[in-house]
């Protein structure tokens, strides 16, 4: 059997994505090997997706469609290593799209890694785990558009997909990257509320996320503003104008425009 899609890596990252492509579909699992050196995590990707796996990194890089690479940034130049080979010798023409999901590695670098070779970079964010994440791509030099219906297509199966400049990747780490963080304290702080308020904490634990999931999910689904949304609970004289207000005077809106840009900055100067 064609091996379709090869990846490097199957920790946390690569199992949610080689899940979701073979419970979609989107590959059988006969056509995906995943390199990985751990041998208890090989069998256990084995068993439980019936993928297959090897631990030699250039067998995953022989794939017809795509090498995700889904290491830690710091493992790249010894993957590299182990590809040397695989690289000179691999004809470009049909080379497979690299599709990186490695946290501030730039494209210059990962071209200069694959030369000749199509190259995406991406960069999803936890909630990708569970089906619901937010990936950014870009493409680099030798990307044709086929090239990126496949990144599309695998980033898709962990959730949503947006095309960007690769200057705008900084701000994505600062948004959707970072961005699980101050939702996450934002339940814990509603929750701490309700606490306060009189509640039961897992009553208001409850309350908390189902609240912030709920209206996540209107806004999604009505595409409504959140501006118009934030109108229509707020009656005159009412219980939500005198929690807003209290937002207002500690700074809410400020806070987290501060925290995307903080993020965002600190991005930058962690790939400079
Ligand atoms: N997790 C997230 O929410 C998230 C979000 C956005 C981006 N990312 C990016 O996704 C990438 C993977 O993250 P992760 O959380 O999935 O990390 P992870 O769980 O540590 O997975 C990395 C895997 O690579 C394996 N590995 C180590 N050395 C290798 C080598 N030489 N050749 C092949 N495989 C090797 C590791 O095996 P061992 O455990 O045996 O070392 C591990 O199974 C990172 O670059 C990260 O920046 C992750």
Request: glycine share 10%; with cysteine.
């Amino acid at each position: 059997m064609t091996i379709k899609f090869g990846m490097i890596g199957g920790g946390i990252m690569g199992e949610a994505l080689l899940s979701r492509l073979v419970s979609k579909s989107i590959y059988q699992p006969s056509e995906i090997l995943v390199s990985e050196p751990n041998q208890a995590r090989r069998s256990f990707l084995a068993q439980h997706y019936g993928v297959g796996v090897t631990g030699d990194n250039r067998s995953a890089a022989c794939a017809t469609d795509v090498l995700l690479l889904a290491i830690k940034p710091q493992i790249f130049e010894i993957v590299l290593s182990d590809l040397a080979d695989t690289l000179s010798s691999f004809p470009e023409e049909i080379a497979p799209v690299v599709v990186s999901i490695l946290a501030g590695t730039p494209l210059s670098k990962l071209e200069s890694g694959f030369p000749g070779w199509p190259v995406i970079r991406a960069m999803p964010n936890t909630p990708a785990t569970v089906g619901s994440g937010i990936s950014a791509i870009t493409a680099g030099t030798c990307v044709q558009p086929h090239h990126l219906d496949f990144a599309r297509q695998i980033l898709q199966a962990v959730g949503d997909v947006v095309e960007v400049p690769e200057s705008m990747m900084d701000a994505v780490t600062g948004l959707s990257g970072s961005g699980p963080a101050y939702v996450s304290i934002l339940i814990e702080a509603l929750t701490d509320g309700g606490v306060y308020a009189g509640l039961p904490r897992p009553i208001a634990a409850k309350l908390a996320l189902q609240t912030v999931l709920g209206t996540a999910t209107m806004l999604h689904e009505t595409k409504m503003h959140p501006a118009e949304l934030k109108d229509r609970v707020t009656s005159p004289g009412g219980t939500t104008i005198a929690g807003l207000a209290q937002l207002e005077k500690a700074g809410f809106r400020s806070a987290l425009i501060e925290a995307v840009k903080a993020a965002a900055r600190r991005s930058q100067e962690l790939g400079s």
